[in-house]
């Protein structure tokens, strides 16, 4: 009998734990369930008030009456409806933030001993458009934290800072083992407003290969027309590596004002460079320089010859012509198994042999 009371009080004890766990997770459900119906109410009402402010038909003091029935909930539409701002919207949403005392608490956070704290206040501050947040946003640039510094970065794009995009770009504790992808994603997210920066720094003799690549790599994919005179400068520089990339920038730019400058490096020493050389030509379209990347279809380099009938392919039917006639050449072995490859992989057929004409 004491075995079986043993085992009787265990089986009831087991019982009742098991039913108070099912009433823990039912009451966590229904807790659950009920935020997300408050939630929902709340953006609900909420939602129309903000669209309404923001047309004007909405006096501020009624909608911080509004958000003020669950601040935090508030915060995250007032965020919602900043990433999605015309510029018009901007200064009502900038002074609905500050009505709501959203400003100190953030900036406070963003000398939080958790890292976690400081990368949420880093990446919401730019969404208040408060220009107060400059000062302690560039100070975030030398957060420990490489995520923080990037939020940080990418909300000073939003408030249009154009000192941050110099900060970025000379401050190698910046990028730190940051890949170079990620900055340049960064400045590119400033926008024109890193134009000015971006050339003054082109321009720096004293600027190092580093930073250099990051601004030849940012104007590039700004499409920067004004950076193409800068550019070009940058073509002379020792590095072969930082050649191909300002290369491959103006290419980017489309600019025709390129076409000589880009032409002169068809014959550097870098077999790299030349053949990023020829594919700039060739997206450029500069026609008038289709006898300097026929002569490319005999470089020693493969990838040199094969980037120029690419090149030459891309340049329309003068290139092509060009392409089809250096095909048929007989005594050029280099030249002609280079063309008719890039004609066969375009579906063209392929021409009988005939006198080169370059």
């Not at 089986?11 to 734990?17: D, I």
């Not at 990028?175 to 407003?193: I, S, W």
């Not at 027309?225 to 990339?245: D, E, G, I, S, Y």
Request: charged share 20%; hydrophobic share 45%.
């Amino acid at each position: 009998m004491e075995l079986f009371d043993v085992v009787h009080a265990y089986a009831t004890l087991f019982t009742v734990l098991s039913a108070l766990l099912v009433a823990v997770i039912l009451g966590r459900h229904f807790r659950d369930d009920v935020h997300l119906c408050r939630e929902a109410d709340f953006r609900q009402t909420t939602e129309p008030v903000i669209k309404n402010y923001l047309s004007g038909s909405v006096r501020l003091k009624e909608a911080v009456t509004a958000l003020k029935k669950n601040p935090p909930l508030a915060l995250t539409l007032l965020l919602d409806f900043s990433e999605a701002a015309t510029s018009q919207e901007i200064a009502p949403l900038r002074a609905l933030g500050k009505s709501m005392g959203y400003l100190q608490p953030m900036l406070a956070g963003l000398t939080h001993g958790n890292e976690a704290d400081r990368l949420q206040n880093a990446q919401r501050l730019g969404y208040l458009r408060d220009e107060s947040a400059v000062p302690e946003l560039m100070k975030a640039l030398d957060d420990p934290s490489p995520d923080v510094r990037l939020a940080a970065a990418q909300s000073l794009a939003l408030l249009e800072c154009s000192e941050a995009v110099k900060t970025i770009l000379l401050n190698s504790d910046f990028a730190g083992e940051m890949p170079r992808d990620r900055v340049v994603e960064v400045l590119v997210q400033f926008g024109t407003h890193a134009l000015a920066p971006l050339a003054e720094t082109l321009n720096d003799p004293q600027a190092s290969d580093k930073t250099l690549a990051l601004a030849v790599q940012a104007s590039g994919m700004l499409q920067a027309k004004k950076a193409v005179p800068h550019l070009v400068k940058v073509l002379q520089h020792k590095t072969p590596q930082l050649r191909r990339n300002t290369v491959c920038a103006l290419a980017a730019i489309g600019d025709s004002k390129a076409i000589v400058p880009l032409s002169r490096l068809a014959e550097d020493l870098d077999p790299e460079v030349k053949s990023d050389v020829m594919l700039s030509l060739g997206a450029l379209k500069a026609q008038d320089q289709i006898p300097l990347v026929v002569r490319a279809l005999n470089d020693p380099a493969w990838e040199v010859r094969l980037s120029a009938a690419q090149a030459l392919y891309q340049m329309g039917k003068a290139g092509r012509k060009a392409l089809e006639n250096a095909a048929g050449h007989e005594g050029d072995s280099l030249a002609r198994n280079i063309s008719r490859q890039i004609l066969q992989e375009h579906g063209h057929a392929l021409p009988a042999g005939r006198a080169f004409a370059s």
